[in-house]
């Protein structure tokens, strides 16, 4: 749990097999107690400026457009969905889904923040619907490189994504859409403690310690 804990990009079922010597079945279940323990509550709806945004994760970079061209909702191929919603200066909301079409997109920003909050998106159609159902819907348009208009921008949901996948790429170099969404919530968890004084150890310990109350 301390390897685990103290470590921003994770840690392989492969090196926990090396530290603590035991067989990598056992490494990887492990691994996957342990992030049981890192799963984030429903926690307040979040409200101010609020990014939503869909990233793609895993697949093969040759297959990157294949598909995503004609639906965008459906990604590459071999590629998972996960979209996420990221309070301007708090947490970071994140899962992984089949499609990022409206059907997806809407009812996840519905269920994660306020009524008539400010949300910052890019381009895709599949956010056209939030003003209707009572948000202030502000995007920019990535697809002529227009990244930041007046505050208007996804850059710290970018940047949450490019930490993820970073991290994957680095660490476990291939995650499986079944085991996907238990890392998801691992840079989630990491994410939200990132101005904690708390150390993370401690925090794992104490819902250990609840757990066997």
């Known amino acids: 749990m301390f390897l685990m804990s103290s470590s921003k990009n994770g840690v392989a079922a492969k090196e926990l ?32 400026i609020v990014e939503a945004d869909e ?13 995503k061209r004609k639906v965008r909702g459906t990604g590459g191929i071999g590629k998972t969905p996960v979209i996420g919603v ?11 889904v089949n499609d990022v079409r409206t059907k997806t997109l ?21 956010y056209n619907a ?18 930041v208009r ?14 993820l996948k970073r991290s994957i790429n680095g660490t476990f170099h291939h995650v499986s859409p079944k085991y996907l969404p238990s890392y998801v919530n691992e840079f989630v968890y990491r994410y939200n403690l990132r101005g904690s004084e708390q150390p993370i150890f401690h925090d794992l310990s104490a819902k250990v310690a609840e757990q066997h109350a």
Not at 139 to 144: A, D, K, L
Request: glycine share 14%.
């Open 17 to 48: 097999e090396r530290q603590l010597g035991v067989t990598y079945k056992c490494a990887h279940r492990m691994g996957h107690k342990i992030r049981q323990l890192m799963q984030s509550g429903e926690g307040d709806m979040m409200s101010g």
């Open 55 to 67: 990233t793609f994760v895993g697949g093969l970079s040759k297959n990157m457009h294949k598909g």
């Open 86 to 96: 990221l309070e301007r200066g708090g947490n970071v909301k994140a899962k992984v």
């Open 106 to 126: 809407l009812p996840n920003i519905m269920a994660n923040v306020a009524k008539g909050t400010t949300v910052c998106t890019d381009e895709w159609c599949g």
């Open 130 to 147: 939030l003003r209707k159902a009572g948000f202030q819907h502000l995007s920019v348009n990535h697809g002529v490189r227009e990244y």
């Open 150 to 163: 007046n505050g208007v921008h996804t850059n710290s949901l970018d940047g949450f994504w490019s930490q």
